[in-house]
């Protein structure tokens, strides 16, 4: 953390770092990840994950503009001392949002390269974020980029700060990688439902609200799903082939 905060020309020690990516296959079922580390140490309670809603066909830099606004846009204008600070707003997101929301990171990377740092700098212009210190480390070379720096930044391949980012980086992959497939598993789930013979709105819905989701409709057993009111054991058969 020292060599980082050196190298990067920090204001503080990077005690906190988040990290940011995008998992997406031609702009389908986009999702973003956050992760944390705090004194190098990953603090898997604080990750988040997100449901790109906003941004339509393949663009990396609108879909981490999206993620990166939402993660920030209730911080308003950052004191730049690395205490929480009061949200503009109360917090829905639950599972403590509230708070993981509210807190300054002494340090933002983002997987990608100089324009997803540039992207992530629009954001921040906009919603009045000063003091956050950003960062961008792109994979091919390891460069580092910062912000108001135009030349990159390397560190030696042996270097503990590369490692640190590294680490950081590949956690943030990893964690948006999962929940790409996951969403795209459900996805394909809800597709094959849709196409099950005799099942239209209604009955869909009601599979729903009585097994919770579409998992709980493929785990039933035949005689539950013919249970539901609506449902013959025919239809019944035919949820259980589809799904």
Request: hydrophobic share 35%.
């Amino acid at each position: 953390m020292e060599e980082l905060q050196e190298r990067l020309n920090l204001p503080r020690l990077p005690r906190r770092m988040e990290c940011y990516d995008i998992s997406s296959i031609q702009g389908t079922t986009p999702v973003g990840s956050m992760v944390v580390f705090e004194d190098g140490q990953a603090r898997s309670s604080q990750y988040r994950r997100f449901k790109i809603k906003a941004v339509e066909g393949v663009d990396d830099y609108a879909m981490m503009q999206e993620m990166v606004r939402r993660r920030f846009q209730r911080l308003g204008r950052a004191r730049g001392d690395g205490k929480a600070v009061e949200e503009e707003s109360p917090s829905k997101d639950g599972r403590g949002q509230s708070q993981t929301w509210g807190i300054i990171p002494d340090l933002v990377l983002i997987d990608g390269g100089k324009g997803h740092l540039n992207a992530v700098v629009e954001v921040f212009l906009e919603l009045g974020i000063d003091g956050v210190p950003l960062a961008s480390l792109a994979k091919e070379q390891e460069e580092i980029f910062v912000r108001d720096t135009p030349e990159s930044i390397m560190l030696p391949r042996s270097s503990p700060a590369l490692f640190l980012v590294q680490r950081l980086r590949d956690e943030a992959h990893r964690f948006a990688v999962t929940y790409h497939q996951k969403s795209r598993t459900k996805k394909g789930m809800q597709s094959a439902m849709d196409l099950v013979p005799g099942i239209g709105p209604k009955r869909r819905r009601m599979l729903l609200r009585r097994f919770g989701s579409v998992k709980g409709v493929k785990d039933a057993s035949l005689e539950e799903l013919a249970a539901v009111p609506g449902m013959t054991r025919t239809l019944a058969q035919k949820v259980k082939e589809f799904l």
